[in-house]
């Protein structure tokens, strides 16, 4: 009989793969690495300000929402620095200047506070942001996970095209009158928000593998469109189901996996080439 706990992380295993499969090409094809590093090291300051909240308040459920309230947040801040005539390069360190400080504040603030308390639970704990804890996933978690990944599926799935657009030729959305900075900053709010409902089940350093290296060993091994799509959702989610299978007959963690698996991949690519 199959465990409930391996049927979650499988459900949800299913619902990232989707999110970062479609992601990921994006993010190669418009140079969002740099953004995507700072913007996953904001949900650290975010979940560990949630902590700080939670604890005093005694609601842990805001975690997530404080995660995902700064992400939007700091995005949305470089978007502004980009628009009074920031490179990207310059608005994205500025921005992963103050939330690396401010990170390291609220570590100072997160230690006092549960110092006094009695109990503080491994499952909120801030090492599930950095190593991910798919196989503790609660039922109201990937309820959670379904419903808002469904959502930003769907809106991603209508504006694909919009993006491709703009990540290609900027320059020509505009001379049709089309609004380029208000496109990307919905880009950036969606890599953001797809990261806060993530980054607790795959954890902040595996984010940043999947987020980038699935659409770059695609863009590798075809230039056409929907190919990269399909290899991309495909290697994505095999690498995550795979992960998730070996982590449970192993007891290694599946982010380690799919960090490896995805390198190897890259690494033999790069070689034959």
């Known amino acids: 009989m199959i465990p409930e706990y391996l049927i979650r992380a499988l459900l ?19 140079g969002l690495a740099f953004l995507t590093h700072a913007t996953f090291h ?16 005694g609601n842990l459920g805001m975690v997530m929402w404080a995660a995902l309230i700064i992400t939007i947040v700091v995005v949305l801040a470089i978007a502004e620095l980009e628009k009074r005539g920031f490179s990207p390069d310059a608005a994205v360190g500025i921005a992963a200047s103050f939330v690396a400080g401010l990170t390291v504040l609220a570590f100072g603030v997160l230690y006092k506070v549960m110092a006094e308390k009695p109990y503080f639970p491994f499952s909120e704990s801030i090492v599930s942001y950095l190593t991910g804890e798919v196989f503790l996933i609660t039922l109201n978690d990937l309820l959670t996970l379904v419903i808002g990944g469904t959502l930003i599926f769907f809106l991603m799935l209508l504006l694909y095209r919009d993006f491709l ?17 208000a496109y990307l900053m919905l880009l950036y709010v969606m890599v953001g928000a797809i990261g806060a409902l993530i980054v607790k089940t795959v954890g902040l350093i595996t984010l940043q593998v999947i987020a980038v290296l699935p659409g770059a060993i695609a863009m590798m091994v075809s230039s056409n469109i929907r190919k990269i799509l399909g290899v991309s959702l495909f290697l994505t989610l095999g690498v995550e189901l795979l992960s998730i299978l070996m982590a449970y007959r192993t007891d290694i963690p599946p982010s380690g996996i799919a960090t490896i698996m995805l390198g190897v991949i890259y690494g033999a690519l790069l070689f034959r080439r």
Do not use: Q, T
């Open 42 to 57: 904001s949900l650290l300051f975010g979940a560990v300000l949630g902590m700080i909240l939670g604890l005093i308040l």
């Open 12 to 30: 949800a295993s299913v619902m990232i793969s989707v999110l970062l499969g479609l992601l990921s090409p994006l993010i190669n094809m418009k």
């Open 165 to 181: 657009y703009v990540s290609f030729d900027p320059d020509g959305v505009e001379s049709y009158g089309g609004n380029v900075r």
